[in-house]
């Protein structure tokens, strides 16, 4: 899977960026609750301790987000961090 690095680019640019990609995957955005996971969905699905999976997040394998103290993953990009790992 290619992957585009954006860093170059100033705020318009990254806009307009944004826009194309929407506007080719829309439904990449429409978020329901079920696609909010927590660690204990994560752990069971792979089989694998809090640890591990902590250890996995400090390696930039599995992307989350952390609001409040708690670890949050987002389906798809659990998914996509799957396929990419599995590639590896």
Known sequence: MKTNDFS???YSEM???FRKIAA???DIFDLQKTDI???QDICDYLK???R???KFCRQNKIHYLRLG???Y???QIFVMNLMKICND
Do not use: K, M, Q
């Open 8 to 10: 170059h680019l100033n």
């Open 15 to 17: 806009e307009h960026e």
């Open 24 to 26: 080719a995957c829309p």
């Open 37 to 39: 996971l927590l660690d």
């Open 48 to 50: 694998i301790s809090v």
């Open 52 to 54: 591990t999976l902590r």
């Open 69 to 71: 103290g708690r670890y």
């Open 73 to 75: 993953y987002i389906r």
